[in-house]
C-alpha cells in the first residue's frame, strides 16, 4: 500500500484515487516558469493538535521544496489548513520564489486568500 502511494507522488498526472471518498483526483501543471504550492492540514478535534505540510513543485512536476510541522493547540481544522499555506507561501518566499500558484483541498483557504472576508 504504501510503495503504491509513493509511486503515484512520482507520477504527478496519474489520477489518485482518495481514500474515503471514492473521488479521483489528478495533479495538474502551473503554467511554464510558475511553480505550485500544494498544502494540507489535518486536525483532532479530541485533542486539538493537528499539522500541517505543504509540497512545491515545478511545471514538470518536480519537487522543489517540501514540508510538514504539528501544532499542539489549533482551533479548528481550518487553521491547521491556513499554517500549511502559510508555511508553503513563506518557503517559496523565503526562496525567492515569485510566480506560485496555490492548490488546497480547503475552499475556505482559497477564499480567505483570493477575498476580503479574513483580511485583518
Not at 27 to 45: E, M
Not at 94 to 120: F, K, S
Amino acid at each position: 500500500m504504501v510503495a503504491a502511494r509513493a509511486d503515484n507522488l512520482n507520477k504527478p498526472e496519474r489520477p489518485l484515487l482518495l481514500p474515503d471518498s471514492g473521488q479521483t483526483r489528478s495533479w495538474s501543471r502551473p503554467r511554464l516558469g510558475v511553480l505550485k504550492i500544494n498544502s494540507d492540514g489535518a486536525f483532532s478535534s479530541m485533542t486539538g493538535a493537528g499539522g500541517w505540510g505543504y509540497v512545491i513543485r515545478d511545471d514538470q512536476g518536480a519537487v522543489k521544496k517540501a514540508g510538514a510541522g504539528s501544532e499542539p493547540f489549533l482551533q479548528h481544522a481550518f487553521h491547521a489548513e491556513l499554517l500549511g499555506c502559510l508555511e508553503g507561501l513563506k518557503m517559496a518566499a523565503q526562496l525567492g520564489m515569485a510566480h506560485v500558484v496555490v492548490e488546497t483541498d480547503a475552499q475556505m483557504v482559497m477564499g480567505a486568500i483570493e477575498g476580503e472576508d479574513y483580511r485583518l
